[in-house]
C-alpha cells in the first residue's frame, strides 16, 4: 500500500516562497503536484519522472522546481515569486506510467493535501 504524506503548506504574503514536502514509499513511474482550489478543476502544476525529467504547468515556469531526495523518496516542490493566484490545496500524486502527463485519472496513489494561501 502506498501511502503519500504532503507537508510544508501555510499561509505567505505575494513574493515569498515555500518548498511543499510529499513523503512516501513504494511508488514508481511519474510523480506529480497538482492543486485544486475553490470552485476550480484540479488541476497538474509539476510532474516528475524516474529519469529526473520534468513538466510544469506555464503558470509555474520559471517559478516552481520539483524534485526527489531519492534516499529519503521525498518529493519537494520548491515554490518562489507566489502570487494569490496560486492559493490552492496542494496534492502530491504517484505512479503515473504514461509519462509527464497532467490528466489526474493516470495517477493512481494521492496525499491527502497542504493548503498554500497567498494574500496580496
Known amino acids: 500500500q502506498v501511502q503519500l504524506v504532503e507537508s510544508g503548506g501555510g499561509s505567505v504574503q505575494a513574493g515569498g516562497s515555500l518548498r511543499l514536502s510529499c513523503a512516501g514509499s513504494g511508488y514508481t513511474y511519474a510523480l506529480a503536484w497538482f492543486r485544486q482550489a475553490p470552485g476550480k478543476e484540479r488541476e497538474g502544476v509539476a510532474a516528475?519522472?524516474?529519469?529526473?525529467?520534468?513538466h510544469y504547468a506555464d503558470s509555474v515556469k520559471g517559478r516552481f522546481t520539483i524534485s526527489k531526495d531519492n534516499a529519503k523518496n521525498i518529493l519537494y516542490l520548491q515554490m518562489n515569486n507566489l502570487n494569490p493566484e496560486d492559493t490552492a490545496l496542494y496534492y502530491c500524486?504517484?505512479?503515473?506510467?504514461?509519462?509527464?502527463?497532467?490528466?489526474?485519472?493516470?495517477?493512481?496513489?494521492w496525499g491527502q493535501g497542504t493548503q498554500v494561501t497567498v494574500s496580496s
Open positions: 516528475r519522472d524516474d529519469s529526473g525529467n520534468t
Open positions: 500524486a504517484a505512479n503515473n506510467p504514461y509519462g509527464l502527463g497532467f490528466s489526474p485519472s493516470e495517477y493512481l496513489y
